[in-house]
């Protein structure tokens, strides 16, 4: 079942990471809760983002989806989902 007031959304990043930075201010302005994780600071999602085969950061998880690319695309696939999901 899904708990009220918990975000599906997971923004994998690190403090060295400029990208992640304007990531998640912009999905901050646009109104979106998410998740943070520092793979400095989390071994294991580290290691699950490297089974995925994912090597640059940001990473937007949504619903164990992964996703990563140009920022404006995150933030818009993002927002489409959070649309999809209060309607």
Do not use: W
Not at 9 to 21: E, L, R, T, W
Not at 43 to 54: D, P, Q, R
Not at 74 to 86: K, N, P, Q, S
């Amino acid at each position: 079942g899904s708990q009220e007031g918990v975000s599906m959304i997971n923004v994998y990043s690190s403090p060295q990471c400029g990208k992640c930075a304007v990531l998640k201010h912009k999905l901050r302005t646009a109104g979106i809760e998410f998740n943070e994780i520092d793979v400095t600071k989390d071994i294991s999602a580290m290691a699950t983002l490297e089974v995925e085969g994912l090597t640059t950061l940001p990473v937007v998880e949504i619903e164990s989806e992964f996703m990563t690319g140009e920022i404006d695309f995150l933030v818009m696939i993002t927002r489409e989902y959070i649309a999809g999901a209060i309607c």
